[in-house]
């Protein structure tokens, strides 16, 4: 017999139920997350600019080259300032999402929390999950941004199907976030350095659709294109918010990009926990 | 009555590593071995031992922090790598680093954010913690100040009352007192001593400060180059007092000195002589010091040999550390052929 039962303890904590959930999702994302983010005020204010710069100098770009507010064919007709205002605003969202995880572990090393975290009830894939979700919301607010400059600034008419647009951006975010673990996974293990996001972070602006379409890579190199899913996802995205297109006409690109979470979120959950147990034999969860 | 841990044989094998990819891989370190014992339920069970003996990785073990590298240990009747989750839900630790803590929260909003990982809700945080922030002196208006703000005793403190309000069945300290004032060791001590006894808490703990051993601990168990053993009860001198000298002599001529003194006197205990620094250490327990002490040194003095310094404190349990540590030494110098 247990000596819990024997002793009476009824000490146990971390059931999980609703509540439970709900206060999780609130403490990972007002307290750990928006309290700890916008008390760095100089970060918020470099952050949301860092957000609408790269808007405004595309902008100038495409006036100077002459390109601004006019259809081009290899567009589809769209108007290029309208191709880069939606490849920007969502290759940011799954830039900083792939990224994402990796920086709260690296963060949580450096604050020496990680070990704490891990300590609790709440499992490491829960904790993980919920450290997502400020994260998502920051970025879903800069995509935002982008989106409402575009409009207002920039003169961008979008006609948007609301339907198609939550489903693209919800499997986008979800495809990506099998990325973001093994992403993470890399992370946990070497500490520095991370491959994964540094990819995302940089070489998808050019290859995946966001600045230019896909069509005009050069044949070896469209491949790298569709190993993402950034570029189905805005392949989803454009004709869901400047032609209203219905869920069934961007059904090709929904069904690649379940595919691909179907893929890389069981493979980064896999890698997270063979990597967390390995730092626990290896001893170095808190090293950084 | 089942033990609250049972562990058997744990070891902990750290793997060597390459310093560069065609590098050879550095043997692999030995942090703890064959390490077996029971705590029982609601005791305070210290583990004692030098620097890197292996109490923190011990500890880590224990608290799923680290996987052991082999054998079994059960907490609560739940196995430590099979239940993991149970275990989690079971245990709470007290680290010994300040950075366990959100810089930029405040100590109140870091204690809300951790204790809703164990899924404990504002109001039953509120009602566990008004006694135990009281003891440790941890006010409303500390609490409402960041965390950055804090002291070194302060931070530390927010760690125990972090971990006390948990109120898990098992509790894990390491060095509990390391880097607090005589005052705010003596809160920790107190809560120690009082909460987690009236709660029936079982507690394990690490400590290099032996008065909290003294103080709190129902045994002890001692570490030393990854080798534990557990001692009944803290070790006492039966009543008897420690008395420490040094002297600038041979060890042996010390040694035999002291053997036909301790002969011919009553009230004499067992001695021993360590050559240390230059000089030897003599550690010998007597009924009465101050009754033994003039003839002691009359004795030596008689034999041409003079005492430097006479230590009559009572650091019981310190003695049978250093007796131990000198042990281990001794068995580590002797020549393998």
Redesign the interface.
């Known amino acids: 017999m247990e000596a819990e039962r024997s002793e009476g303890f009824s000490g146990r904590l971390g059931r999980s139920g609703v509540r439970a959930v709900a206060r999780k999702a609130f403490l990972f994302t007002y307290l750990r997350g928006w309290l700890v983010w916008s008390s760095y005020r100089a970060q918020v204010i470099l952050t949301v600019v860092g957000w609408l710069v790269p808007v405004f100098v595309f902008f100038l770009i495409a006036v100077f080259l002459g390109a601004a507010g006019t259809s081009i064919q290899a567009l589809d007709g769209q108007s290029y300032v309208a191709f880069f205002v939606i490849g920007l605003a969502f290759q940011g969202f799954v830039a900083n999402l792939v990224g994402l995880l990796a920086q709260r572990i690296r963060s949580e090393q450096m604050m020496g929390t990680l070990e704490l975290v891990f300590l609790s009830p709440t499992r490491p894939g829960s904790v993980l999950l919920y450290s997502s979700l400020f994260g998502v919301l920051l970025n879903l607010l800069a995509a935002g941004a982008i989106l409402a400059v575009g409009w207002s600034v920039l003169g961008v008419v979008f006609v948007v199907n609301p339907l198609s647009t939550i489903v693209a951006t919800v499997l986008l975010a979800v495809s990506s976030v099998g990325l973001s673990l093994i992403a993470a996974s890399f992370i946990l293990w070497t500490k520095q350095g991370n491959p994964v996001a540094v990819f995302f972070a940089t070489f998808t602006q050019f290859f995946a659709g966001v600045l230019f379409p896909v069509s005009t890579l050069p044949a070896s190199v469209q491949w790298l294109a569709y190993s993402v899913p950034l570029t189905f996802g805005l392949n989803a995205l454009r004709p869901a918010l400047l032609a209203g297109a219905s869920v069934a006409a961007i059904a090709p690109s929904l069904a690649l990009m379940a595919v691909y979470a179907a893929v890389t979120v069981p493979l980064g959950v896999s890698l997270f926990r063979y990597t967390l147990y390995r730092t626990k034999v290896e001893g170095t969860v808190a090293t950084y | 009555?089942?033990?609250?841990l049972d562990v058997r044989n744990l070891g902990?094998r750290?793997?060597g590593v390459r310093p560069y990819p065609w590098a050879p891989r550095a043997p692999d370190t030995v942090a703890l071995e064959h390490a077996t014992f029971e705590v029982r339920?609601?005791e305070i069970f210290s583990l004692i031992g030098p620097n890197g003996a292996g109490k923190t990785?011990l500890l880590?073990i224990l608290?799923?922090?680290?996987?052991p590298?082999e054998g079994t240990a059960t907490i609560?009747?739940?196995d430590l790598l099979r239940d993991e989750?149970?275990v989690?839900?079971?245990?709470a630790?007290v680290?010994n680093?300040e950075?366990?803590?959100?810089?930029?929260?405040s100590g109140w909003?870091n204690l809300?954010?951790?204790c809703?990982?164990?899924?404990?809700?504002r109001s039953e945080l509120e009602r566990r913690l008004q006694p135990t922030a009281k003891n440790l002196g941890l006010t409303d208006e500390i609490l409402a100040r960041d965390y950055r703000t804090y002291s070194t005793g302060t931070q530390r403190k927010l760690q125990f009352l972090r971990a006390f309000v948990?109120?898990?069945?098992v509790l894990f300290l390491d060095e509990p007192t390391s880097s607090l004032d005589p005052v705010s060791a003596e809160e920790i001590r107190r809560v120690i001593a009082t909460e987690c006894r009236d709660r029936?808490q079982t507690v394990v703990m690490s400590a290099n400060n032996l008065i909290d051993v003294e103080r709190l601990s129902d045994r002890v168990a001692f570490i030393h180059q990854g080798h534990l053993e557990t001692l009944d009860e803290v070790p006492s001198t039966g009543g008897r007092v420690p008395l420490r000298l040094f002297l600038r002599a041979p060890p042996d001529e010390v040694a035999r000195v002291l053997e036909a003194w301790a002969e011919t006197t009553p009230g004499v205990g067992p001695f021993d002589v360590a050559a240390r620094a230059g000089g030897v250490f003599v550690r010998l327990y007597v009924d009465d010091p101050k009754a033994t002490l003039e003839p002691l040194l009359t004795a030596l003095w008689e034999h041409g040999l003079v005492v430097d310094q006479i230590d009559l404190r009572p650091f019981v349990l310190e003695e049978e550390f250093l007796r131990r540590v000198d042990t281990g030494a001794e068995a580590e110098e002797e020549p393998l052929n």
């Open positions: 009555m089942n033990p609250a902990k750290f793997p339920p609601g990785t880590k608290s799923t922090l680290l996987i590298s609560l009747g739940f989750a149970e989690r839900s079971r245990v630790l680290t680093s950075r366990s803590f959100y810089y930029r929260l909003e809300r954010f951790f809703g990982l164990y899924n404990l809700g948990l109120e898990t069945p029936h």
